[in-house]
């Protein structure tokens, strides 16, 4: 029953470039580029009631990590620029979760609020190495003899990865790992009583969590191509936040599919930025008080019956 | 039948020709163009100024004239909030979904960079973008649309140090490409007149402090200190100098500074302050073209006061359809491109005859101007960077 919708799903993401107009190959690789970052903080908020709103700032990690890797050794495979861009991003998830140990609920989100600005401010500062807000332009990726300089291209790379941090985030949440992450989210105290060790697994989980958003960020830098510190505004982070409750706090097929109705939304929004906040309120509001679960859990109560 | 056989080769040659003929973006009614621009965010009132009331406004006008060699030009806009990634894909939209002909008239060199070889790649014109810095200069499918940067430096070196002899020059500048296109410009120009800035001070974008390094500048005694902020922190630059009693320096303002905006913020900090205008006053100039673009703008959007951004956009389109109508009604990409470059002396009307060649500037003049009584007065003719 599950092999045979995954295979229909694997044959339609093939198939989506031969069959889609061209933009809408970009647009596809731009909402996995989301799906991916959705995950990172879906296993972080979702799954062990972490707040953060400084994902955007990850997310640049991740995408300068990357675009400098490329820059600075021309011909560098995209995996190995993808790697870095993860460990990079991981790196600074560690660096933040170890003294955001301490703090919960309202005070985390503000301090990862404010670490979303101290990533901009940081790479507006170090122009030697990012060009400031001059902004940074990213080589093509390549993959040995390979460059892929086309969108299609690009998608595949995209849906590929994609693809891998979607089955590594579902083998992941049924883990002992993920059984403590979940158990955190539920009772800190209980979870603490049946041995799991809460430093290790909140560390842990801000840990994964910026790596995913790294991997995103790196794919997201040869997907669009230029980079500059506006890209990564608390705004972004906020959408981030929004796709998962929109999708469905704690679940993998729900983030993905809470990144893909809020990056096309936001794109048939383009011609009218200045509604965006509006709508994007009205479809948080109307979610959670209709759909607290988000679209997993509807899915969920609609094949229940 | 022998008479069908012969039609046979005259259809296969309508069909050959009919993939040359059918250009992106153009059909027998109409040609489609577009760009991605702020609408929200730092440049919001020069980007919408620009395109939805300088560029739309000859397009109205013209259309309700027939249109260019009978088509109508139609515009799409959408919104990139100065962020370069959402330029890119408002782009691509533009050119894969809507279909434009070409881009006209988008706003702020990091979204105009972003997209740059992206449309030199799939040969899509990129018309007159309202940035100054010369990274649009030698593609075939760009063609400026602002006196570059090295140019304006050139002018205002030219006039203050050739012609109103001061020797002692300092800069304050915004740092990122359009503060250091025109330090470094500076330094160049200068230097052919064996001399060098005598203080320069950054600014990041957006600050709203600049009390220190005017401290700094003042200390370093100059005769003349540029400008080159954009409206908010150059205005806050004048108060500040106000402040300190800093009178005995003339403060200069370059090209993209030199508008209405930052006059009104400045108020009376502003009086004296001198400048490079690019752009003929658009309230009170003479021209023909300007009073024209007064009247059309009283006429098509009665609610909105004229201003140097819509007339800029004015101006683009007014360009463009000179370009179109040399293309002839067979309207391709390359035919457009190859028309601009054989512009000669065209008459706006606005500006000085235009003449654009192989290195696809279309403009290369400013003039001088001096803030008297909360306006801008013209101090010079016409200068020119050739």
């Known amino acids: 029953m599950r092999y045979p919708a995954v295979a229909i799903g694997a044959a339609g993401l093939v198939a989506w470039p031969w069959a889609a107009p061209p933009y809408f190959v970009f647009l596809a690789s731009l909402v996995v580029v989301n799906a991916i970052v959705a995950i990172g903080l879906n296993l972080l908020s979702g799954y062990t009631n972490q707040l953060s709103f400084g994902h955007a700032g990850f997310l640049a990690v991740g995408a300068y990590t990357a675009a400098i890797v490329a820059t600075r050794w021309p011909g560098v495979p995209v995996v190995v620029a993808l790697l870095a861009a993860a460990l990079g991003a991981a790196l600074v998830g560690l660096l933040l979760g170890v003294p955001c140990l301490r703090l919960e609920g309202l005070y985390l989100a503000m301090a990862t609020l404010a670490f979303g600005f101290v990533v ?186 | ?209 600049v009390s220190a390094p005017i401290a700094k500048l003042h200390a370093a005694r100059p005769e003349v200190l540029f400008l080159v902020l954009t409206p908010g922190p150059g205005a806050q630059a004048l108060r500040e100098r106000q402040k300190i009693g800093w009178t005995e320096a003339v403060m200069v303002s370059s090209g993209p500074l030199t508008d209405e905006r930052y006059l009104a913020l400045a108020a009376d900090a502003a009086e004296g302050v001198e400048g490079l205008s690019l752009w003929p006053d658009p309230l009170a100039s003479d021209l023909p073209g300007v009073r024209l673009y007064r009247e059309r703008m009283k006429r098509y959007f009665p609610g909105n006061e004229p201003n140097r951004y819509s007339l800029s956009g004015y101006f683009a389109a007014m360009l463009f359809a000179e370009g179109a109508k040399r293309a002839g009604r067979s309207l391709t990409r390359e035919g457009l491109v190859v028309a601009l470059e054989g512009i000669r002396d065209f008459e706006s009307g606005i500006l000085p005859p235009v003449t654009i060649g192989r290195d696809h500037e279309t403009q290369k003049q400013g003039f001088w101007v001096r803030v008297e009584k909360r306006r801008f007065t013209p101090l010079t003719d016409w200068l020119k960077s050739e």
Not at chain 1, 228 to 240: E, H, I, N, Q, R
Not at chain 2, 2 to 18: E, G, I, K, M
Not at chain 2, 22 to 48: I, M, R, Y
Not at chain 2, 162 to 183: M, N, T, V
Request: glycine residues 10%.
């Open chain 1, 120 to 305: 901009v401010e940081a790479i507006v500062n170090l122009e030697w190495l990012t060009r400031g807000n001059d902004g940074l332009r990213v080589p093509t990726a390549r993959l040995g003899p390979w460059a892929l300089a086309t969108d299609t291209a690009r998608y595949y790379l995209a849906v590929l990865v994609g693809a891998a941090m979607v089955w590594a985030a579902l083998n992941l949440v049924r883990t002992r790992t993920g059984r403590a992450l979940l158990a955190i989210r539920e009772s800190e105290i209980a979870a603490q009583a049946s041995g799991v060790h809460l430093a290790k697994y909140k560390t842990l989980a801000f840990v994964i969590s910026a790596l995913y958003t790294g991997v995103a960020g790196g794919l997201f830098a040869f997907v669009v191509g230029f980079l500059s510190p506006d890209a990564f505004d608390v705004f972004l982070s906020v959408d981030f936040v929004a796709m998962i409750i929109v999708g469905g706090l704690g679940s993998v097929p729900g983030s993905v599919a809470g990144a893909a109705v809020l990056t096309v939304l936001n794109d048939s929004l383009a011609g009218f930025q200045n509604y965006r906040p509006l709508l994007f309120g009205a479809l948080l509001i109307a979610s959670m008080l209709f759909m607290p679960g988000g679209i997993a859990s509807a899915v969920r109560r609609l094949k229940g019956g």
């Open chain 2, 1 to 209: 039948m022998r008479s069908r056989w012969a039609l046979l080769p005259v259809a296969l040659a309508v069909l050959a020709a009919a993939p040359a003929r059918a250009e992106q973006g153009v059909t027998d009614a109409e040609v489609v163009l577009g760009c991605s621009n702020s609408f929200s965010g730092p440049l919001a009132f020069s980007g919408e100024q620009a395109t939805k009331f300088g560029v739309d406004l000859y397009v109205r006008a013209v259309n309700d004239a027939g249109g260019v060699l009978g088509r109508k030009v139609r515009t799409v806009y959408y919104d990139d909030g100065y962020k370069p990634q959402e330029a890119v894909a408002n782009t691509k939209k533009l050119v894969e979904q809507d279909g434009v002909f070409a881009i006209i008239a988008p706003q702020g060199t990091p979204p105009v960079l972003a997209t740059l070889e992206y449309l030199e790649a799939n040969k899509v014109p990129l018309l007159f973008p309202f940035q100054g810095s010369p990274i649009t200069r030698a593609r075939r499918y760009v063609f400026g649309g602002m006196t570059l940067y090295d140019r304006q430096s050139r002018m205002m070196i030219e006039y203050l140090v050739g012609q109103r002899k001061y020797r002692k020059l300092a800069a304050l500048y915004q740092d990122d490409e359009y503060g250091k296109s025109f330090r470094a410009a500076f330094e160049k120009d200068l230097g052919r007149h064996g001399l060098k800035l005598v203080a320069a001070e950054s600014v990041k974008r957006g600050v709203t402090d």
